[in-house]
């Protein structure tokens, strides 16, 4: 075999790796940085870390595209995914038949719900009827403050705030009397920066599933959907998912 030939051959193998690397399409990524443990920025590192960066970095691995990560308030997420200003969103988005007409969704990659959180001392809050006539703290644009205004017959004792660690800072300072939101996010405050301060009481509400949202009509839905299930196929989504929650159900 000559050395000419085998040079040739090297050379044609690199062009069609840099190839491949030049045609990988990167696409506008968005999260919120204040949903813990799903999103949140290393303050070490500067870099968004949690569950679903590791879910969406794998997801774009195996679907072939690069990610441009960018964050942003949650309630501004499904308005730029309807401009086009971004082309895919993480964020514990719950599936809605309102958010379906005007973006895309990914199949479910988590089970969720919504939770009561309330300060360790609080003995009248034990299931959502005591929320009656309370001081309520939730997120802006969620779907808890959607059943929060739906269920109660006196909301004006809700108020939305723009980020989780500022509900969870008023619901310390007694400010409001409880928190409603998604449950594993309450869970996760509850056993580290709140542990021994508050608690999550009653069963949860409103059962959920979060899916990836991409722009209406994209072109990468079924590759998504295929890398998901492939990782859960795996073993790839359990070892992400018990990484950040702990055992996961035989059921998911």
């Not at 997420?77 to 086009?84: D, F, M």
């Not at 199949?107 to 309330?118: H, K, Q, T």
């Not at 301060?197 to 959907?225: C, F, H, M, R």
Request: glycine share 10%.
């Amino acid at each position: 075999m000559s050395t000419k030939w085998l040079k040739t051959v090297s050379a044609s193998l690199a062009l069609t790796v840099a190839a491949g690397t030049v045609s990988a399409e990167t696409l506008r990524v968005v999260t919120d940085p204040s949903f813990v443990p799903f999103e949140m920025m290393d303050q070490e590192t500067g870099e968004m870390i949690g569950f679903d960066m590791e879910i969406i970095r794998e997801v774009a691995d195996r679907a072939g595209f690069e990610i441009d990560l960018n964050t942003m308030d949650f309630n501004g997420i499904i308005p730029a995914l309807q401009t086009g200003n971004v082309d895919i969103a993480i964020a514990g988005i719950t599936i809605t038949e309102e958010r379906e007409e005007i973006v895309d969704f990914s199949d479910p990659y988590y089970d969720s719900g919504l939770r009561i959180l309330v300060r360790e001392s609080n003995g009248d809050v034990s299931e959502f009827d005591d929320l009656e006539g309370k001081k309520i703290g939730t997120k802006i644009g969620s779907t808890s403050y959607d059943y929060l205004v739906k269920n109660l017959e006196a909301d004006d004792g809700v108020t939305p705030y723009p980020g989780s660690s500022d509900m969870y800072m008023a619901l310390m300072s007694r400010s409001i009397d409880a928190v409603f939101y998604d449950a594993p996010n309450v869970g996760y405050f509850a056993r580290t920066k709140g542990e021994g301060k508050v608690k999550t009481v009653g069963p949860l509400y409103e059962g959920q599933q979060y899916g990836i949202a991409l722009k209406s009509g994209s072109e990468w839905v079924d590759d998504v959907n295929e890398a998901l299930a492939a990782m859960k196929e795996d073993g790839t989504y359990k070892t992400i998912y018990e990484k950040w929650f702990g055992p996961m159900p035989e059921d998911m």
